[in-house]
């Protein structure tokens, strides 16, 4: 039998049922756990039944259907009540201890892969609800790859909002946040890795990872003859690492290739649950150009510190593609006051102005495309372009609908827009050869 959606808070409503409709009228059920003080009040249809609540609670609850029973006081006596009866207003509940949905237990800890931002917060809930776990990572240190690898010491955080703070989650809301002068609101990455090793301290969970380990092998092993099949385990095969894939990111690919296919020294950990929060952007694509060893310049790399921007003070240079990193090193050189730099990209990239990256964030449901390329008009009439016209737009005759298919990641700022308007910032469509 179909069970209707109820909402535990909603009223009975106030109205006078038309003759004929009287087994659709609402009345207020109060269920109450046998042996217990806890009550549940909730609004059900005159004519639902026994049946129908018992099957609501075993969904709800996550119990066994058979061993919930409803019981009716009939003066000092107790009167099982069979199930397509209809529900009476007050009900004795057999079977369960309390309303909170049941907690299942399993034979084995979880697995988290992965100390970035997203494998923390997962370690972090599983922590708080008294979840047993366990954290892998291959880096000797925790922020993943995007903050312990990618980033250097100028890097910011590209996005507003809270949901980069780890205590602003479902269960604190907005009550744990961060105040604006301890955690700034495009943090910096040494303020955002203060932040991990913060909350990672505060919650205790040093004791629950596992770091500079690589995970080499997972096994499923199918779960018991009859049981459900989220009794199935895993066998995670893993080697300690050092601090082989604590380098420069090259030096991950050196280390898979010199781990690959080892068997000696490996551990192994048995798992209810895997977790994998593998990153991204974790292998750089070096280019060699010609001329760079004759060249009496600066050459490199904008991630990990690998180059030194001080050095562009006054100095005129070329920064080679126009990604989200691309224009957050156009931003660092504006800052160490550099001359003239140019951006080099085969295609025109769409950037964000900041007071729409603001407008976005904070939006509930995502802004529709037009109204975001209307808003960035303003901002493209000092940098001389119509975002209207860029190759991953697509829109109609009047511009009143829009969609942009942009694979690359969005770079976000004004910076480049005051550094086009002033001179210091030109885009040069075209290939380095």
């Known amino acids: 039998m179909a069970l209707a959606k109820f909402d535990v808070s909603k009223k009975v409503p106030i109205s006078r049922a038309k003759i004929g409709d009287e087994s659709q009228r609402w009345k207020n059920v109060t269920l109450k756990a046998m042996g217990g003080s806890e009550e549940l009040s909730f609004p059900v249809m005159q004519a639902?039944?026994?049946n129908e609540v018992r099957v609501m609670l075993a969904e709800v609850l996550g119990e066994d259907l058979s061993k919930?029973?409803?019981?009716?006081?009939?003066g000092c006596q107790m009167k099982r009540l069979r199930h397509h009866e209809e529900v009476p207003t007050k009900v004795l509940v057999k079977g369960i201890k309390n309303f909170a949905r049941k907690v299942e237990i399993y034979p084995h800890p979880f697995v988290v892969l992965g100390a970035g931002h997203l494998g923390l917060r997962q370690a972090l809930h599983w922590q708080k609800i008294g979840q047993d776990f366990i954290l892998f990572d291959r880096k000797s240190k925790i922020g993943g790859n995007a903050w312990?690898?990618?980033?250097?010491?100028?890097?910011?955080?590209?996005?507003?909002?809270?949901?980069y703070q780890l205590d602003y989650d479902v269960s604190d809301g907005v009550?744990?946040?961060?105040?604006f002068n301890k955690y700034s609101f495009w943090p910096s990455r040494d303020e955002i890795l203060g932040h991990f090793h913060d909350v990672v301290t505060e919650y205790n969970l040093w004791p629950h990872m596992v770091m500079s380990t690589q995970i080499m092998d997972i096994e499923i092993i199918p779960e018991p003859k009859g049981?459900?099949?989220?009794?199935?385990?895993?066998?995670?095969k893993h080697v300690h690492v050092g601090d082989r894939f604590q380098g420069q990111l090259d030096?991950?690919?050196?280390?898979?290739?010199?781990?690959?296919?080892?068997?000696?020294g490996m551990g192994e950990a048995m798992a209810s649950c895997m977790a994998f929060y593998p990153g991204a952007l974790a292998?750089?694509?070096r280019k060699t150009f010609p001329g760079e060893d004759i060249f009496g310049g600066q050459v490199g790399y904008g991630f990990n510190d690998e180059f030194d921007y001080t050095k562009t003070t006054g100095q005129n240079g070329i920064v080679i593609g126009m990604?989200?990193?691309?224009?957050?090193?156009?931003r660092t050189v504006m800052e160490n006051n550099s001359g003239k730099f140019y951006i080099i990209a085969r295609h025109h990239n769409l950037l964000l102005p900041r007071m729409l990256s603001w407008y976005v964030n904070q939006s509930r449901m995502p802004p529709p495309a037009a109204v975001i390329l209307r808003a960035m008009e303003p901002m493209y009439k000092y940098y001389g372009k119509d975002p209207w016209s860029y190759h991953s737009v697509m829109t109609n005759a009047d511009r009143s609908v829009a969609s942009i298919k942009q694979y690359t990641r969005w770079g976000i700022g004004d910076i480049y827009f005051l550094g086009v308007f002033y001179g210091k910032v030109e885009t040069v469509e075209g290939q380095l050869k």
């Open 48 to 50: 639902s039944t026994v």
């Open 68 to 74: 919930i029973e409803l019981y009716e006081k009939k």
């Open 148 to 163: 312990n690898g990618i980033a250097n010491k100028t890097s910011k955080l590209q996005s507003e909002g809270a949901h």
């Open 175 to 179: 009550e744990r946040l961060l105040p």
């Open 227 to 236: 049981a459900h099949e989220r009794m199935k385990a895993y066998k995670v």
């Open 251 to 264: 030096a991950t690919q050196n280390a898979l290739a010199e781990f690959s296919g080892q068997t000696l």
């Open 283 to 285: 292998s750089p694509h």
């Open 323 to 330: 990604g989200a990193f691309a224009v957050e090193n156009i």
